[in-house]
């Protein structure tokens, strides 16, 4: 009985020992894990973003690939070069332009050159904040030294995170243009990419559903990219193009706001027909240039409604909320380039994840009834 009392010392070392052994290499586990993303970290919006661009643009390089006799890198070559040309000199472009509009309503506002017109009656009949911002724009009318000078602070701190945005677009060309070539020598290996993308979906959710999420996951970043993504940078692209060749000032910035706007699904027609009224009614341009130039920027508007029928194959089935959220966080997280993979990848997560809340085994093994209101009748 005393024997059956005393401890047994061997086996608890034996389980100590154990312990000790899965806790390092647990934790040289985590140390591996932490070490690899903190030297991937800078480069894992550029990586993501590349993945996104080589998954969309596959189906066209290998259309291209089967025209010139199946050579895979002569044709992600020929996809890399023509999309550098026809997208980055034009942001090129808008970029500078957006500069310049910031750098000279900074300096217009400290030489005090900047004039402000006169209000509208109308703002002043606006609800909850009519009156108060026809109060703040009367005084910018009227005395815009004064008014700066009592908002100053809050002046100085949106100029700075202006200059910032300015900053970042270089920034962020420079990455786009990097992610841009490694997506095209992703699409050069793209079968057996393919094929590793399709046996980590194994191994996380199975054999049977591993096929499965490889699908959904592709058609979704196509669907995210070409039909939301893609279609709204043609679209800022072509307007601010436009807007710069009116002479319209803060052509960049506006086209920064088509893009958003082209994210989230709401028509430019709120940037394009506001800026189509200032100019026939700024009287500074001619009856024969503004009707030429209205006519550019109303084309320009509209081009989604003839690019959504071919770009966009399958509806988007993450609600658009979840896409401007993704879009609206990856920029602040990480600039211009963020806030398209953000929107990307926020909407295949959705997707992802409410395709797991409705593969339920449980409720694939309960009979069918009426539902829970039934049971409560």
């Given at each position: 009985?005393?024997?059956?009392?005393?401890?047994?010392?061997?086996?608890?070392?034996?389980?100590?020992?154990?312990?000790?052994?899965?806790?390092?290499?647990?934790?040289?586990?985590?140390?591996?894990?932490?070490?690899?993303?903190?030297?991937?970290?800078?480069?894992?919006?550029?990586?993501?973003?590349?993945?996104?661009?080589?998954?969309?643009?596959?189906?066209?390089?290998?259309?291209?690939?089967?025209?010139?006799?199946?050579?895979?890198?002569?044709?992600?070559?020929?996809?890399?070069?023509?999309?550098?040309?026809?997208?980055?000199?034009?942001?090129?472009?808008?970029?500078?332009?957006?500069?310049?509009?910031?750098?000279?309503?900074?300096?217009?506002?400290?030489?005090?050159?900047?004039?402000?017109?006169?209000?509208?009656?109308?703002?002043?009949?606006?609800?909850?904040?009519?009156?108060?911002?026809?109060?703040?724009?009367?005084?910018?009318?009227?005395?815009?030294?004064?008014?700066?000078?009592?908002?100053?602070?809050?002046?100085?701190?949106?100029?700075?995170?202006?200059?910032?945005?300015?900053?970042?677009?270089?920034?962020?060309?420079?990455?786009?243009?990097?992610?841009?070539?490694?997506?095209?020598?992703?699409?050069?290996?793209?079968?057996?990419?393919?094929?590793?993308?399709?046996?980590?979906?194994?191994?996380?959710?199975?054999?049977?559903?591993?096929?499965?999420?490889?699908?959904?996951?592709?058609?979704?970043?196509?669907?995210?990219?070409?039909?939301?993504?893609g279609i709204a940078c043609i679209q800022a692209l072509l307007i601010g193009?436009?807007?710069?060749?009116?002479?319209?000032?803060?052509?960049?910035?506006?086209?920064?706001?088509?893009?958003?706007?082209?994210?989230?699904?709401?028509?430019?027609?709120?940037?394009?027909?506001?800026?189509?009224?200032?100019?026939?009614?700024?009287?500074?341009?001619?009856?024969?240039?503004?009707?030429?130039?209205?006519?550019?920027?109303?084309?320009?508007?509209?081009?989604?409604?003839?690019?959504?029928?071919?770009?966009?194959?399958?509806?988007?089935?993450?609600?658009?909320?979840?896409?401007?959220?993704?879009?609206?966080?990856?920029?602040?997280?990480?600039?211009?380039?963020?806030?398209?993979?953000?929107?990307?990848?926020?909407?295949?997560?959705?997707?992802?994840?409410?395709?797991?809340?409705?593969?339920?085994?449980?409720?694939?093994?309960?009979?069918?009834?009426?539902?829970?209101?039934?049971?409560?009748?």
């Amino acid at each position: 009985m005393n024997s059956l009392r005393e401890p047994d010392h061997e086996l608890e070392d034996r389980v100590a020992r154990r312990l000790l052994d899965v806790f390092v290499r647990v934790g040289l586990v985590f140390a591996l894990v932490w070490l690899c993303f903190h030297f991937f970290a800078p480069f894992l919006t550029m990586m993501l973003w590349a993945l996104i661009l080589a998954v969309t643009l596959y189906p066209l390089q290998q259309m291209l690939a089967k025209r010139i006799g199946g050579k895979q890198g002569r044709a992600a070559t020929l996809i890399v070069v023509l999309g550098l040309g026809l997208i980055v000199v034009p942001t090129v472009i808008l970029g500078s332009s957006f500069g310049d509009s910031v750098h000279g309503l900074i300096n217009g506002v400290k030489d005090n050159t900047l004039t402000i017109p006169a209000p509208p009656a109308s703002v002043a009949e606006l609800p909850i904040v009519g009156k108060k911002a026809h109060a703040v724009w009367s005084q910018a009318h009227s005395d815009l030294p004064a008014l700066v000078k009592n908002m100053q602070p809050k002046i100085g701190e949106l100029a700075g995170k202006a200059l910032g945005i300015v900053a970042s677009l270089g920034g962020g060309l420079l990455k786009f243009m990097f992610s841009f070539i490694v997506a095209g020598i992703m699409m050069a290996f793209g079968e057996p990419g393919g094929r590793a993308m399709q046996a980590i979906f194994e191994r996380f959710a199975g054999i049977a559903r591993g096929a499965e999420f490889t699908d959904l996951a592709t058609s979704t970043v196509r669907a995210v990219a070409s039909g939301v993504i893609g279609i709204a940078c043609i679209q800022a692209l072509l307007i601010g193009i436009s807007l710069i060749i009116a002479h319209v000032p803060f052509a960049g910035a506006l086209a920064l706001v088509v893009l958003l706007l082209g994210i989230v699904q709401v028509p430019a027609a709120i940037v394009t027909l506001p800026v189509i009224g200032w100019m026939w009614t700024s009287g500074d341009y001619e009856t024969t240039p503004a009707i030429a130039y209205s006519v550019l920027i109303m084309v320009a508007g509209s081009v989604d409604n003839v690019l959504k029928p071919l770009m966009l194959g399958r509806g988007v089935d993450a609600p658009m909320p979840v896409i401007l959220i993704g879009a609206l966080g990856g920029m602040a997280t990480d600039g211009i380039l963020g806030m398209f993979v953000g929107a990307a990848a926020l909407a295949l997560g959705y997707q992802i994840f409410m395709r797991w809340v409705k593969d339920n085994p449980e409720r694939a093994r309960q009979p069918a009834t009426g539902g829970a209101g039934s049971l409560m009748l």
